[in-house]
Nanobody, 123 residues
């Protein structure tokens, strides 16, 4: 059975940094593209894909996080990472990881989700 577990969230001041981790079990981790989604606190906020990495280590980022977020993976540890620098209040969200065979599918096509990692950016 597939299990996703995110960690590393917390309360951070603007301009600070965090590194999120996600361990995925139940799949052959190295075969899959991986991605980080986030869902902000507003009512009806959508879960948006902000960073993705293919099995070949090619990365892609949402414009809003370009140059501040770095996605990486350690296949030996079945772990996905998200380094977040220069945090802004608009980055406040619950961050989720997920995967897909060649790319990360849209939210509506994903079956398994972890509990997420809450990131709060505030003074």
């Amino acid at each position: 059975q597939v299990h996703l577990e995110e960690s590393g969230g917390g309360l951070v001041q603007p301009g600070g940094s965090l590194k999120l981790s996600c361990v995925i079990s139940g799949i052959r981790f190295s075969d899959y593209a991986m991605g980080w989604f986030r869902q902000g606190p507003r009512k009806y906020a959508e879960r948006e894909l902000v960073a993705a990495i293919t099995s070949g280590y090619r990365t892609n980022y949402a414009t809003s996080v370009q140059d501040r977020f770095i996605i990486s993976r350690d296949n030996a540890k079945n772990t996905l990472y998200l380094q977040i620098d220069n945090l802004k209040p608009g980055d406040t969200a619950v961050y989720y990881c997920n995967y897909g065979l060649t790319h990360v599918p849209p939210v509506e096509d994903l079956t398994y989700w972890g509990q997420g990692a809450l990131v709060v950016v505030s003074t």
